[in-house]
């Protein structure tokens, strides 16, 4: 007769296709520290349940390449055709299905789950009922495992499960593109709408580890869930990084009962020395799972942390310290593969002091949060400055992230010229990232320049109250007062941002001054509603005297101007006008660019000329680029209000707002013109996506489109 423990390897296995048993490349899940951890056991408990699978002819083992497992050949396992039956029979007796309900984001895998059933059952029903649950408790107390186990029970009943987990990097959208898998606003009350619904559970795990960059604004989306009276449940290590969660229940985890705790242990062994180590312990599941047959009984009442310092790290070889030392140095999980030595993470995973998500590895927070206390300063930066150099040869932003971090904690003086062109290079792939990057870099550095980067990131994020901490530690200039009317005008005083920009325009340099009034006109221009006129005149384009700006600089001015003039005609109907500025830019163009392709549709679309709207269709469908490709479909949207045909509501569907870049003005208006769209053609969802738009339009510095939005929606409502 099989004991639990081999029934459940068999339905692990039985998950895993015949064809494993010959690939070369095999899952973690078919390793022993993978199934381990599925079935919530120390590695040697599974041991003698495997060798007797084994000697029955219902498992085989081999060594094999595991996937994200390093460079060495792991020991696998797998059914054999005789397990496969038995396998398959006992499905149909015990398996239970989560196929009910729908999964988004990255939940963790599902494990056994020891001494909590009844725990988890009771705040699933609570959360059936409407409440919102707050986990709390040390780490490794398996805080993450009864949120996985409370989310399937939910899951068997239907509900939608949205789960998240928190890293250093996650901002607000970053949790929203978790919850929604992809597209997400940033406005933590827009996201807070489109993730909830009717029996929707909205997971936030490992909540500790957020920078304190994104607390404020994952803590408003807490309080509009709160709000809008949203199901959720989060986890987090006590102390809260909150200081305090309105409107949920904190039910406080403690370890295992002494005899739920045994269980985790090897069968063989001896009951007094099992009980010895789970009171010893205090039923701390990860504890127990690092307890070795081999170590020394642990004494009674010893701390977790004591043992987890003292032994389990004191018995690492020289390698498996090593990788240990860079994993818990690191600012965000890894791939083995961008470790600069990997020799160690064998030892690392079969001691189970790595924990996984997909391909991605960080040691268990407990073992890395005493790892770095039990380190000096000086081995600290000698590690952040050897694993620098090697993020050194590596290219990419995402090098670049790693590398830059370790720079700045190796207690070297920085380079602030590649810091700044590094934190940019993040910026335009992760701006999230790029902040947590920003707000370490003003940590170890007096520089002005980095001060004035950093306002200018929280701008481009919308985050006024990050913008006005950072431009308090500027000294007075005309570009610093220029930024002091970009807060004004984010947090809606136009009187105030007009001021601003008056005294600071008395003292820019001529150069600088042409730049800011073609910006603003541009900006001007755009910042309105769809359908609604320009206030911009032929004039005030007109009145621009390029010949103060550098013969560097003169064309590309020249351009924008000339792009502006033409959109301004086209709108107030001057058609000679239009002509000419179209024949100045084919001139700077050339007939068949793509940007004058653009213009030209756009004009066809404006002045309603026969065949149009096929014309729009055939240039949308061959469009790659995306931003010209968005601002097409804009424009045929406004072109056929309110009939809009159904292969372009297709299009914007199927458009993303992750092909615009928050670094770029022009991105920024057309990512509030998206997401305006969005609420336009999904109505059901208006609330969420103009609550996002409106954000945007004033993040975008267009208050007017703002104002105007607002006012719509009120009535809407």
């Not at 039985?14 to 590695?43: I, K």
Request: glycine letters at 6%.
């Amino acid at each position: 007769m099989l004991s639990e423990t081999q029934v459940r390897l068999l339905l692990r296995l039985a998950e895993f296709g015949a064809e494993m048993e010959t690939s070369w490349d095999v899952p973690r899940s078919l390793s022993l520290p993978g199934l381990a951890e599925h079935l919530g056991l120390v590695r040697s408990a599974i041991h003698s349940p495997l060798k007797e699978l084994e000697s029955s002819g219902l498992i085989s083992t081999r060594s094999a390449h595991v996937i994200g497992g390093g460079s060495r050949r792991r020991t696998v396992v797998h059914l054999t055709s005789i397990g496969r039956e038995r396998a398959e029979s006992l499905s149909k007796e015990e398996h239970k299905s989560e196929d009910f309900g729908r999964v988004v984001g990255p939940i963790p895998d599902s494990i056994h789950l020891h001494g909590r059933e009844e725990v988890a059952i009771s705040i699933a029903e609570s959360l059936s009922s409407g409440s919102r649950i707050h986990l709390s408790g040390l780490p490794g107390i398996g805080k993450t495992s009864l949120a996985r186990s409370i989310a399937g029970k939910l899951l068997e009943k239907g509900w939608r499960v949205r789960w998240s987990t928190c890293h250093a990097d996650a901002d607000a959208q970053s949790i929203g593109r978790m919850w929604m898998d992809g597209d997400s606003p940033s406005d933590p009350t827009a996201i807070a709408l489109a993730a909830s619904g009717k029996k929707t559970l909205i997971v936030l795990d490992e909540v500790q580890e957020l920078s304190p960059r994104h607390l404020e604004s994952i803590s408003k989306i807490l309080s509009s869930c709160t709000e809008i009276g949203a199901t959720v449940l989060i986890a987090v290590r006590a102390p809260s990084p909150f200081t305090e969660i309105s409107g949920f229940e904190e039910i406080r985890i403690e370890g295992l009962d002494i005899q739920d705790a045994i269980e985790l242990l090897p069968e063989n062994t001896e009951l007094e020395l099992a009980k010895q180590v789970a009171d010893a312990f205090g039923g701390h599941p990860l504890a127990l799972r690092l307890w070795s047959p081999e170590d020394e009984a642990p004494g009674e009442g010893q701390e977790v942390q004591d043992y987890v310092e003292q032994t389990v790290i004191r018995r690492l070889s020289g390698e498996g310290t090593s990788t240990l030392d860079e994993l818990s140095l690191a600012p965000i999980p890894i791939e083995i593969s961008e470790l600069s030595d990997d020799s160690g993470t064998a030892e690392l995973d079969d001691a189970a002091v790595l924990r996984w998500a997909e391909s991605l590895v960080e040691p268990h927070h407990l073992i890395r949060n005493v790892r770095r206390a039990s380190l000096n300063e000086n081995e600290i930066r000698s590690i952040h400055s050897r694993v620098a150099e090697f993020w050194s040869e590596r290219e990419g932003s995402r090098a670049r992230r790693i590398e830059a971090h370790h720079r700045i904690k190796s207690g070297e003086e920085p380079d602030i010229k590649w810091l700044l062109q590094s934190i940019s290079m993040v910026a335009k792939e992760d701006n999230a990232a790029a902040a947590v990057l920003m707000e370490d870099a003003v940590v170890v550095s007096d520089d002005e320049s980095i001060r004035l980067a950093a306002v200018d990131l929280a701008l481009e994020r919308g985050d006024t109250s990050i913008a006005e901490n950072h431009i308090k530690e500027v000294s007075p200039s005309p570009q610093s007062i220029i930024r002091q009317a970009r807060i004004a005008r984010l947090k809606g005083d136009s009187n105030l941002a007009s001021e601003l920009e008056l005294q600071a325009l008395e003292d820019l340099p001529p150069a600088d001054l042409v730049r800011h009034q073609i910006s603003t006109l541009v900006r001007n221009h755009d910042d309105r509603l769809p359908g609604t006129l320009t206030i911009i005149s032929t004039a005030e384009i007109d009145g621009i005297d390029i010949s103060r700006l550098p013969d560097s600089d003169k064309s590309a001015a020249s351009l924008a101007l000339n792009l502006l003039r033409h959109a301004v005609a086209i709108e107030k109907g001057n058609v000679e006008l239009a002509v000419n500025t179209r024949s100045a830019l084919a001139t700077v163009l050339s007939e068949g660019h793509p940007r004058l392709a653009l213009i030209d549709l756009r004009t066809r679309l404006a002045t309603e000329s026969l065949g149009a709207i096929e014309a729009a269709q055939v240039f949308i469908t061959d469009e790659d680029n995306g931003p010209a490709k968005v601002r097409a479909i804009h424009a045929t949207l406004e072109a056929t209000y309110p009939d809009y045909p159904d292969w372009l509501v297709s299009e914007h569907a199927n458009l993303s707002a992750e092909s615009l870049r928050s670094d770029v003005a022009s991105h920024r208006r057309l990512i509030a013109q998206y997401w305006y769209w969005r609420g336009m053609l999904e109505p059901s969802m208006r609330l969420s996506h103009w609550r996002e738009a409106i954000s945007r339009f004033k993040t975008a510095e267009c208050s007017n489109a703002a104002a105007e939005l607002l006012i719509r929606l009120t009535q809407s409502l």
